[in-house]
């Protein structure tokens, strides 16, 4: 008797089963691309969100740091290096006050003290205003300006009372904010 090879020759049934093999080829395909999106996904999300949880902190960072240099004291001193009083920033850098109380001698009535802030480095000053007489002998100022960090030191001069808006150079008392 003559024995049959039987041979797959790719009849129905290889089709078949070549469709289902094919079927879950693309299956698993999709669910690994699937599985790629969502990683991709959620570390870009993390990523994202570290960053802005860092930029966050940052910010906090630089605007405590701006309100502490903003929120100081200068202690005004006279040319002996003794003391004659201090000037208070405080607020913040959009919306500064100062508070100055000095004890300089009194004045005579064709002379006044006015405040000037500096800019260190260049000859940029700018005037706050004249001081005012208190009962105690005192004299004060409150004030507001804009940009205060760039005006790191404050001159109180003696003034002429003539209406010349120039600082006259007449320093009697000088601080720095620290």
Do not use: C
């Amino acid at each position: 008797m003559r024995q049959q090879s039987f041979r797959h020759r790719g009849g129905k049934g290889s089709s078949i089963g070549g469709g289902i093999l094919l079927i879950v080829a693309v299956v698993v395909g999709v669910f690994v691309v699937y599985q790629l999106i969502l990683w991709f996904r959620s570390s870009n999300a993390k990523a994202i969100a570290d960053d802005a949880a860092t930029a966050a902190v940052e910010t906090a960072d630089a605007k405590t740091t701006a309100i502490a240099q903003l929120n100081s004291t200068a202690v005004l001193k006279v040319s002996d290096g003794s003391t004659a009083g201090t000037v208070v920033r405080s607020g913040t850098n959009e919306a500064p006050s100062y508070s100055l109380v000095a004890n300089l001698v009194a004045l005579a009535p064709d002379s006044m003290y006015e405040a000037w802030l500096v800019k260190d480095g260049l000859a940029d000053v700018k005037s706050v205003g004249a001081l005012n007489p208190r009962a105690d002998g005192s004299w004060a100022a409150t004030f507001s300006t804009k940009d205060p960090l760039d005006y790191p030191t404050i001159v109180i001069m003696l003034e002429p009372n003539d209406g010349n808006p120039e600082p006259s150079g007449n320093r009697m008392a000088e601080g720095r904010f620290e």
